[in-house]
């Protein structure tokens, strides 16, 4: 079983639309989690950070955690073709805040 | 003008030699990381340090080696023990407390060995 799982998609949404990224992941230890937007052939971009359970907005993004059902997701409302790219989930454990990486969901927001 | 910064962006290296990969930041960020990220695949931990002249072993270590000798610094060796460096290798520094904290990635190093 993998640590982290998300869907490799594509997930294909119309521009205008909601965009839903799910992850789930195996470490019950793990107390913070990220979600890092990369495009094709750059560096991961921070996006969201969220510590506890319940929904966290910032701007058109909105992550949502569940420790119980070990579950996290982000939400993309008002979708923007700027907004294709891959999302990668990463919970966060230990004393020395190792990540550790979904393989990410590739975004397509279609016009 | 702050950030981190990493180079080379492209770097092409021979069977058997040992290539050095330079990761700097100016943002006063005591912790610093390297990962790895190979297609298809998710980020890995190579390496990682909390302070100067400290460093861990991540998930991946084996062929690689770093050091730590100032904060704004964490160089990255690719030795040629390394079976398969082909990759994209990224560095990230952390901001905040144990409890809140964030990791940023500098713009990475593709590795290409010929």
């Known amino acids: 079983q993998k640590e982290v799982e998300q869907n490799s998609g594509p997930l294909s949404v119309p521009e205008g639309a909601i965009a839903s990224l799910n992850c789930t992941y195996s470490?019950?230890?793990?107390?913070?989690f990220f979600w890092y937007r990369q495009y094709s052939g750059k560096s991961p971009e921070l996006i969201m950070s969220?510590?506890?359970?319940g929904d966290k907005e910032d701007g058109r993004f909105t992550a949502q955690l569940n420790k119980a059902s070990q579950y996290v997701s982000l939400l993309i409302r008002d979708s923007q073709p700027s907004d294709s790219a891959t999302y990668l989930c990463?919970?966060?454990?230990?004393?020395?805040?190792?990540?550790?990486f979904g393989t990410g969901t590739r975004l397509q927001v279609t016009l | 003008d702050g950030g981190i910064t990493q180079s080379p962006k492209y770097l092409f290296r021979k069977e058997g030699q040992n290539v050095t990969l330079s990761c700097e930041q100016n943002?006063?960020?005591?912790?610093m990381y390297w990962y790895r990220q190979d297609p298809g695949q998710g980020l890995r931990l190579i390496y990682y340090?909390?302070?100067?002249?400290?460093?861990q072993k991540g998930d991946i270590a084996e062929g690689y080696s770093v050091s730590r000798e100032k904060k704004e610094s964490f160089p990255l060796t690719v030795t040629s023990a390394q079976k398969n460096p082909t990759a994209f290798y990224l560095c990230?520094?952390?901001?905040?407390?144990?409890?809140?904290?964030?990791?940023?990635f500098g713009p990475g190093t593709r590795l290409t060995v010929l």
């Open positions: 340090s909390q302070i100067v002249n400290d460093f």
């Open positions: 470490d019950r230890g793990s107390q913070s």
């Open positions: 943002l006063n960020h005591d912790a």
């Open positions: 990230a520094s952390r901001v905040g407390t144990a409890s809140y904290n964030e990791q940023f």
């Open positions: 990463a919970p966060q454990t230990g004393t020395a805040s190792k990540l550790t």
């Open positions: 969220i510590y506890s359970n």
